[in-house]
Each structure stands twice: as C-alpha cells, then as structure tokens.
C-alpha cells in the first residue's frame, strides 16, 4: 500500500501564491507519473498539471503560465507553485501518482486526501 499526503493548502488574495507538497510513503519502487486535480462543490474532479517521472510537464490551459508542476524523485515528493491566483482557483487539490510498489510487475493510482485552496478577497 502507498499512501499519499498533501500539504500547503490555504486562503490567499487575489494575485498572492501558495506552493502546494505532495509527500508518497509505503511499499514503493519507482513513481511513474505525478500529477495534480482540483474539484470545486459541483464540479467535476479536473487535472491541472501532470510530470512524468523524467519531469516532462503539461497544464491545464486554465492555469499554463501560473502554475509551475515539480517533483524530487529522491523524496517521493510533487510539488505545484500557484502563483498570480485567482478565485476560480478555488478548489479542494489533490495529488495522483502512477506507482509501481515493490515485489509487484504492474502500477496502481493512488490519491491523497486533498487540500483545500481558497482565493477570495
């Protein structure tokens, strides 16, 4: 089993910045892709960013230019720098990873708990 545990969430104003960390734990061998969604009340659960595990980045068009997707593959860890935010930021976000555990030949996704990130004046 592999659990993953996000953190960094918060309230800021409009245009501030928060870095989001993405911490995997348990039985792992190797972590394919990473990546982060968000999901508002009502809303479907969207990706926003995703790093393979050769740190290959790709955005949503909502957040390209804003957001910067990273990883440390020596710490099991993601990390998404929100910079410039704006209220339709507003979301619970939560980190993917694609994760090959040890002694077994093929991956399975997992999913953090989610962390809240609201944009308000």
């Known amino acids: 089993q592999v659990q993953l545990v996000e953190s960094g969430g918060g309230s800021v104003q409009p245009g501030g910045s928060l870095r989001l960390s993405c911490v995997a734990s348990?039985?792992?061998?190797?972590?394919?892709?990473m990546g982060w969604y968000r999901q508002s009340p009502g809303k479907e659960r969207e990706l926003v960013a995703s790093?393979?595990?050769?740190?290959?980045?790709n955005y949503a068009g909502a957040v390209r230019s804003r957001f910067t997707i990273s990883r440390d593959n020596a710490k099991n860890t993601a990390y998404l720098q929100m910079n410039s935010l704006k209220p339709e930021d507003t979301a619970v976000y939560y980190c993917?990873?694609?994760?090959?555990?040890?002694?077994?030949?093929?991956?399975?996704?997992?999913w953090g708990q989610g962390t809240q990130v609201t944009v308000s004046s």
């Open positions: 993917n990873a694609d994760v090959l555990e040890r002694l077994r030949i093929r991956t399975n996704k997992y």
């Open positions: 790093i393979s595990s050769g740190g290959d980045a």
């Open positions: 348990g039985s792992i061998r190797t972590i394919y892709g």
